[in-house]
């Protein structure tokens, strides 16, 4: 028998409104009924010259992706909702180490703030033992969303159905405002001089004319310039951050810690004794160039007293215990690993862990306890390693020289804090280096002596000199 079908509001208008439409359509879906031109008609009385209306809207509708075909006018998706399949750019990890995605294509000016999706953990397929796709930072992927409830900060969670690679490469430039809101981008890069990018309304951050700025280019047209979306604002070209802000966003370097990572820094407490050595009365000492911010690592030689190895010395080297507070797994951990290493400029470095960590509580500061690992080696009077034993420890730097503050003290001109070390502290080191530089060509080391280069800026910004700073033993 035919089902009965609901009567749509009265209308003071012959013909509804599309939202009028596409409500009645919502509404049926949502009660499991399939509604056609047929149902549609029946419930806003439309007849005649209606009917003809109606099929052309519904033609618009399914082209807009706002129905489905076959005579069937099924939403595709809720209204004011994402699609079930999108294209999507992988954003982060939130405060519990979810990763989160945001549509690729979003105006916010026209749409309001992109919602957040949580990606879906790969999960193994049973009958082939592969993992499914597992997408990384920047990489765009496709997602079957589904609808989220309860979640606080997520309406759609998402499963990767495929991944299509890392995004266009962003592109550095010069912002350009527009009286209508928009704006144009003007390439810094040299080969790219001329080929502007035009950035819609709303699609422009907080980016201010003048601004250097990261884009990310969303469409190419056949003709005319491309179109773009700012993504990071980074400042006025003219400021001295300019060169270091290009080499980092150029390389694509992470320099900005997640909010869950720096929240977890924040928590840390400095490590106790238990479970370590007690080394706090063994005067290791850092020796480091003089603007250094970190101390990773402190160095101590005494002569051997055993009798079975003359002239030989015992040469402990201790690094900061990352590990005291830099749990795996943990956000400090996943986004250590996602930058790999601390990468230095000549205006800033971008450090691998947040500051709390790396210049704070893993820096072997002057007469502070520190957790540290340590490697004690004995050599003999040749320069040959006779034994090595490693230790968790908890240490307190002795004291924090600079390499020419600690060469100047053994070529003859100590200061009054080198001075009480002579004897005791450096010159065991110095002849412990001596007398393992005897065995050097047999070990084969790493060529690690490569001189480096120091920069120098000027007041604005610009390259002063670049000079070769000499190379001491010290070193």
């Excluded at 208008?13 to 509604?35: H, K, M, N, W, Y």
């Excluded at 280019?217 to 003709?223: A, K």
Aim: hydrophobic share 40%; aromatic share 4%.
């Amino acid at each position: 028998s035919p089902r009965p079908i609901r009567k749509a509001p009265a209308l003071s208008a012959p013909e509804p409104s599309r939202e009028a439409i596409l409500d009645f359509i919502e509404a049926e879906r949502e009660a499991g009924r399939e509604v056609g031109r047929r149902e549609i008609a029946k419930a806003f009385g439309l007849s005649g010259g209606g009917k003809i209306w109606l099929k052309r809207l519904l033609k618009e509708l399914e082209e807009e992706g706002e129905t489905g075909g076959d005579g069937i006018a099924r939403p595709v998706h809720p209204r004011g909702a994402l699609p079930p399949v999108l294209l999507c750019e992988i954003k982060g990890k939130d405060r519990d180490g979810e990763a989160y995605a945001l549509p690729l294509e979003w105006n916010e000016a026209e749409q309001g703030v992109a919602p957040r999706i949580l990606v879906e953990r790969p999960r193994e397929f049973r009958a082939k033992r592969h993992a499914a796709p597992a997408p990384a930072f920047g990489d765009q992927v496709l997602l079957k969303l589904t609808r989220l409830k309860g979640i606080e900060g997520y309406g759609y969670s998402g499963r990767v159905l495929k991944v299509m690679g890392k995004g266009k490469a962003q592109v550095l430039g010069i912002f350009r405002a527009m009286p209508d809101g928009s704006g144009r981008l003007i390439p810094i890069d040299k080969k790219a001089q001329g080929r502007e990018a035009l950035i819609p309304k709303g699609q422009t951050g907080d980016a201010q004319d003048g601004d250097l700025v990261s884009v990310a280019l969303r469409r190419e047209t056949r003709f005319g310039p491309p179109e773009a979306q700012v993504k990071d604002r980074l400042g006025s070209l003219k400021s001295e951050r300019a060169v270091s802000l290009i080499a980092i966003h150029a390389h694509g370097i992470p320099h900005v810690f997640q909010p869950a990572t720096i929240a977890e820094a924040e928590t840390v407490r400095p490590a106790g004794p238990a479970g370590r050595e007690d080394w706090r009365e063994l005067p290791l000492i850092t020796i480091d160039p003089a603007d250094a911010k970190d101390h990773d690592d402190a160095v101590h030689a005494a002569p051997d007293a055993d009798p079975d190895n003359p002239g030989g010395h015992v040469v402990t080297v201790a690094i900061a215990d990352v590990a005291a507070y830099v749990r795996p797994g943990s956000a400090l951990d996943r986004e250590a690993l996602e930058r790999g290493n601390s990468v230095y400029f000549p205006d800033r470095v971008v450090p691998m862990l947040p500051e709390r960590i790396s210049n704070d509580l893993c820096s072997l500061r002057e007469g502070e306890d520190r957790p540290a690992i340590a490697v004690r080696m004995v050599f003999s009077h040749q320069g040959r390693k006779a034994g090595h034993t490693f230790h968790r420890i908890m240490m307190k730097s002795a004291a924090k020289l600079s390499y020419q503050q600690a060469q100047a003290a053994i070529d003859g001109a100590p200061d009054e804090k080198t001075g009480p070390l002579l004897d005791t502290i450096l010159k065991p080191l110095w002849h412990a280096y001596r007398i393992m530089s005897i065995g050097r060509d047999r070990r084969e080391p790493l060529e690690l002596d490569l001189p480096e280069r120091k920069i120098l800026l000027k007041g604005d910004g610009t390259v002063d000199r670049v000079f070769v700073p000499p190379r001491l033993d010290a070193h």
